[in-house]
């Protein structure tokens, strides 16, 4: 198994703090929201860390050379949405985690086996406002989204971290080279690859706490989550 970390974003609704570090490299509790990720990679035996850069791509070489990573540059980090982003990394998808770096992970919900199928990491969230709901039957498997709106209950949604299986993963590779050499994929996400084809995979949902990770996109979401934390 390996790991993919999603690391090339400009995190503008991060700014000021931003202007100068990666929003990964921003530090909660003492230490970077790249850094506790890796950490829990490590402890779980996940040793082959891809980290994939893009803004001040340079910042990360102190960290890549700490931990013996796989660093991959996007220089069109700005140009195109996170699709081309996996499409850099796409010979790693098999058998592999993809976490969004931008996560703060509280507990390590990641598993030192191997999954038997797919996985998307859910945690059950009060303000899903256009956020992912995960859709998924009796037995876990997932078969669709909704997109979150205001008035909805607390739900399960797509919590930026997913394993995938050495099938599924060459299957979204394929699907993003597709995407890729079609040519019109500058607003395109590969989340949407994936969701788009979840009929032809074999993805189920794996529940977590609800405070196991917080997304940091924005300054209320890193006070909010600075308030949950009591840091």
């Known amino acids: 198994m390996r790991a993919i970390l999603m690391a090339a974003g400009m995190g503008t609704r991060l700014r000021p703090l931003t202007e100068t570090t990666p929003k990964s490299l921003i530090e909660v509790n003492g230490m970077s929201l790249l850094e506790r990720q890796i950490i829990n990679l490590k402890e779980v035996g996940i040793n082959e860390i891809i980290v994939l850069t893009g803004y001040l791509h340079e910042k990360f070489d102190e960290i890549v050379n700490k931990y013996n990573l796989i660093k991959v540059i996007n220089d069109k980090y700005d140009v195109y949405n996170n699709i081309y982003t996996m499409y850099l990394v796409r010979q790693y998808l098999e058998d592999a985690f993809v976490i969004d770096a931008d996560n703060y992970i509280t507990r390590n919900f990641l598993p030192k086996d191997k999954p038997v199928t797919s996985v998307y ?3 059950c969230k009060e303000n899903i406002i256009g956020e992912w709901i995960l859709k ?9 989204v909704d997109i979150g709106k205001e008035g909805d209950e607390p739900s399960y949604i797509m919590s930026g971290a997913s394993f995938w299986t050495s099938k599924d993963g060459a299957f979204i590779s394929q699907k993003v080279e597709e995407a890729i050499d079609k040519g019109d994929f500058r607003d395109l996400y590969w989340d949407s690859i994936a969701v788009d084809n979840l009929d032809k995979m074999d993805v189920y949902i794996e529940k977590i706490n609800s405070n196991d990770i917080f997304e940091i996109d924005s300054l209320e979401d890193l006070e909010y989550l600075k308030k949950t934390l009591k840091l």
């Open 121 to 123: 990491y859910s945690a």
């Open 136 to 144: 998924y039957d009796d037995s876990g498997r997932i078969f669709g």
